[in-house]
């Protein structure tokens, strides 16, 4: 049955959001990489983004038609549109840096400056849905596993210091299964993974969910297992010249999140703050240097 047909970005990606699971493998690569690279799919030919995307030009055609279009021109002018109403260009900024060879110092600082600008662009809204269902939560949890561990470690460490609740689900000794017992309906979960999607990210999610907590996910993608069964869903640039994923955009997201939520907290994230920051050091946590106020 033909999709009625999207009349804004937003409608898009719900629709594609909606009718993942039902696409072939095909569709599913091409949906992706339309979720995952709006700005390319407005400024690139149909056999440029079926070969990043790694499918048929044909396969594109037919997606379009899935999802309510009469054709490919279409679908794309829907990507057009939304750049065109977009504050700033990142594909052509990006275009003009990719492929640059030379110094590996100045490669790496410039695809992070791309993923970071990428990341602020796409999740605007997505960080202020997810502060809201944090915010409104009785109590947050936090997870991410081996890569994507530092980035859930600072949201829980920052979130900490306004809100002392905030939990670290770390499975430590491997106790995770021990650990989501404590979830409770209502709640608030945040998890954070990217390709490959860690097995213990996924059944943090899943336990969440039978659970009746809310999910916020951070992930490389739209599409992702865990964006696919959240709640909100905030979208990370990994890319890296070198030969793990970045996780400098997936900090500043958190880091993001962290000051919507004392933003709007006010002066009793204010008051929170200052007792944590005051126990700490009367505990010891800071060396004392010559620019201490005796």
């Not at 865990?226 to 709640?231: K, M, P, T």
């Not at 958190?254 to 200052?274: C, K, M, N, T, W």
């Amino acid at each position: 049955m033909q999709a009625a047909t999207p009349h804004s970005y937003a409608a898009l990606m719900d629709l594609i959001k909606a009718r993942h699971a039902q696409l072939s493998p095909q569709f599913q690569a091409g949906a992706r990489y339309l979720a995952d690279h709006p700005d390319d799919v407005a400024v690139s030919s149909m056999r440029s983004i079926a070969a990043r995307a790694q499918v048929q030009s044909a396969a594109l055609v037919r997606l379009a038609q899935q999802l309510g279009f009469a054709g490919w021109p279409e679908l794309k002018a829907i990507f057009v549109e939304r750049l065109r109403a977009g504050p700033a260009g990142y594909a052509a900024k990006a275009g003009a840096l990719a492929g640059k060879e030379g110094n590996l110092v100045t490669e790496m600082f410039t695809v992070q400056q791309r993923n970071l600008a990428a990341t602020e662009s796409a999740n605007h809204d997505a960080l202020d849905a997810a502060a809201s269902l944090l915010q409104a939560a009785p109590r947050v949890h936090v997870a991410g596993f081996r890569a994507a561990h530092p980035i859930a470690y600072t949201l829980h460490y920052l979130y900490r210091l306004l809100r002392p609740s905030v939990q670290l689900l770390s499975g430590q000794g491997g106790t995770l299964e021990m650990d989501l017992r404590a979830l409770q309906a209502g709640e608030a979960v945040v998890v954070v993974s990217f390709a490959p999607y860690s097995s213990e990210a996924l059944l943090v999610a899943q336990a969440a969910r039978q659970t009746g907590c809310a999910v916020v996910a951070i992930s490389d993608s739209a599409m992702s297992p865990l964006a696919l069964q959240a709640d909100a869903s905030i979208v990370i640039a990994v890319d890296s010249p070198s030969f793990f994923p970045s996780i400098v955009a997936g900090v500043a997201a958190v880091e993001s999140l962290v000051e919507l939520l004392v933003a709007r907290a006010g002066p009793d994230a204010v008051q929170a703050i200052g007792a944590a920051e005051k126990q700490l050091r009367a505990l010891g946590a800071y060396a004392k240097t010559s620019n201490d106020v005796t």
